[in-house]
């Protein structure tokens, strides 16, 4: 869990990390507009996941710019500028906006008490907030990368590397992850390599620390 204070200090440094990006055609009041308008801030980075909590999200964002700036620091035969590593890091998982609702789920909780009884011993059954996906909102473009390039590009142009950079973050481990040879890909365009590397730190050991 992440305390209301350190949630209004990251969105404090969210946004001033996009008030900072500097780029002819990128719609920067209303990008900004629609970050305070939706749930980005609050909102999980998956339902049972990594950073399945409120504030998740943007925590986790942070999370991946950090370890792309320090993946860049010790890989410096690597360029690319500060507009750059900060849509890719960022945004790359902005299709996650308005995705998650929260739901009610029954589970067995066990003591000596308990007022039921199965194989396992004495348990009563205790209700807890989980999220889930909200099917009936979620907007269908293609998987959540594809879904994250596309509404990005609704706000600013991207690069080729960028693009590609966002549309292979996940590194194919998706189950609905598009099926292209990322070898290929990450020789071609090493951004990719580094932001899925990144975002692989932030998920596996940022937030389970």
């Known amino acids: 869990m992440i305390p209301a204070d350190i949630i209004e200090q990251n ?5 001033e990390l996009v008030n900072e990006i500097e780029r002819d055609g990128f719609a920067k009041e209303s990008m900004m507009e629609m ?29 991946v710019y950090k370890n792309l700036k320090k993946l860049l620091k010790d890989f410096p035969q ?3 500028d500060e507009n750059t590593i900060k ?11 308005g995705l998650y609702k929260t739901d009610i789920r029954n589970k067995k909780v066990y003591h000596e008490s308990g007022s039921k009884v199965d194989n396992l011993g004495r348990y009563d059954w205790v209700s ?7 099917t009936d909102n979620k907007f269908v473009f293609g998987n959540h990368e594809q879904t994250s390039e596309f509404l990005l590009r609704q706000y600013v142009p991207l690069s080729i590397e960028e693009s590609v950079a966002i549309l292979h973050h996940h590194g194919g481990l998706n189950w609905d992850s598009t099926q292209v040879n990322l070898s290929e890909i990450y020789i071609k365009y090493p951004i990719s390599l ?7 730190f932030a998920t596996f050991i940022d937030q389970h620390e």
């Open 87 to 97: 849509l890719v890091s960022l945004f790359h998982d902005i299709a996650k906006i």
């Open 78 to 80: 690597y360029y690319y």
């Open 11 to 15: 969105k404090t440094r969210f946004l």
């Open 194 to 200: 580094l932001l899925h590397t990144a975002d692989m």
């Open 35 to 63: 970050l305070e308008r939706s749930d980005f801030f609050t909102a999980p980075a998956s339902t049972k996941y990594h950073g399945c909590y409120p504030g998740g999200l943007c925590e986790h964002c942070l999370d």
């Open 128 to 134: 807890e907030e989980v999220y889930s996906i909200d």
